[in-house]
């Protein structure tokens, strides 16, 4: 079990991540997220509901002691605004990690690179530990590396999109730019896209509607933790290449 | 006196401190972030930061999401 995942000396023990949103309720949030062998749980940060107090609360059903909380800044689309959502996560004291969203269209949910480059900068230098969900251009990531990243989170596919890994070739070029871990962000749809980010050679995999959106989320959470772990083991196992013709995999000799 | 909070308008008496503040909404401070006039308090300071009236007040804390 040597194969672990280390992001500035925090060791996690499951390469599948997932999201906490869009799910029906938090009973159904709490199952997914263990049926998914998950140690990585994202979520957003918003107004605490002050006038309800009985309200419940998602840190109830989904343990900080268990899982690590990464908070994101979704939503956010000026530098200002990331900023001011990330340093307010860090300062509830629960994680220094930092999923830095930059967004540049509503549409397309496509992040704004170059507000999402000052971000990082900035908030690296704070200390905080950023992982910046970023698009697929490897000297993008290259940058996100030299301006303090902890890792780069480019997306397969727009969120929620169930496109899979649309541009797995630059996704690949990523893995060769950057020596950061590479963490496959948005667009698996279904496990075969989680098992090809992970053959591909990348560290980890995001997933929150591809769980959460699917008819049986519990059971498609399942599904994600085995996608990852075999494509993960195929991946280090070295798979054979690609040929245009046969090789018989029987011998001739013997043949009568 | 007079506070926002999550931009609604609240009346407190007796509450002098931003600790104080939370106790009164039975908020567990653990859980959230704050922020004072657009300044992010720091957890440590919560016993000794003074409210005044007219003071808008963000209370975030963590809720589903991708």
């Known amino acids: ?256 | 006196m007079r506070l926002t909070i999550n931009s609604d308008f609240f009346e407190t008496s007796g509450t002098r401190t931003l600790e104080e503040l939370l106790n009164d909404l039975d908020i567990e401070p653990g859980r959230v972030a704050v922020e004072v006039n657009l300044s992010i308090v720091k957890k440590a300071d919560y016993s000794a930061f003074m409210l005044n009236e007219g003071d808008k007040i963000e209370i975030v804390n963590f809720v589903g999401g991708g």
């Open chain 1, 1 to 256: 079990m040597g194969d672990k995942l280390i992001i500035r000396e925090i060791e996690f023990r499951s390469r599948l991540w997932v999201g906490t949103g869009k799910y029906k309720d938090f009973e159904e949030t709490r199952r997914a997220v263990e049926a998914s062998g998950a140690d990585v749980v994202t979520v957003a940060v918003r107004r605490m509901n002050i006038i309800d107090r009985k309200s419940e609360n998602l840190l109830d059903y989904i343990d900080p002691k268990k899982y690590k909380i990464l908070p994101n800044t979704a939503g956010c689309y000026s530098v200002e605004d990331a900023l001011r959502y990330a340093r307010l996560a860090r300062e509830a004291g629960i994680s220094d990690l930092i999923k830095l969203e930059v967004i540049g269209d509503e549409k397309t949910l496509f992040p704004d690179t170059w507000g999402l480059l000052k971000a990082t900068g900035i908030l690296a230098k704070e200390g905080a530990i950023v992982l910046p969900y970023t698009n697929d251009d490897p000297i993008m990531a290259k940058r996100l590396e030299d301006a303090g990243a902890a890792a780069v989170m480019p997306l397969g596919a727009p969120i929620g999109s169930g496109l899979g890994i649309r541009n797995p070739y630059n996704i690949k070029i990523i893995l060769e730019t950057v020596k950061l871990p590479v963490i496959v962000d948005a667009g698996v749809g279904t496990a075969s896209d989680a098992a090809i980010a992970m053959e591909l050679g990348c560290d980890a995999v995001l997933i929150n509607t591809g769980i959460a959106g699917a008819k049986d989320p519990v059971a498609m959470a399942e599904a994600m933790k085995h996608a990852v772990l075999a494509g993960r083991l195929a991946y280090k196992a070295g798979r054979i290449p690609k040929k245009l013709y046969a090789t018989a995999s029987s011998p001739i000799e013997g043949m009568l």
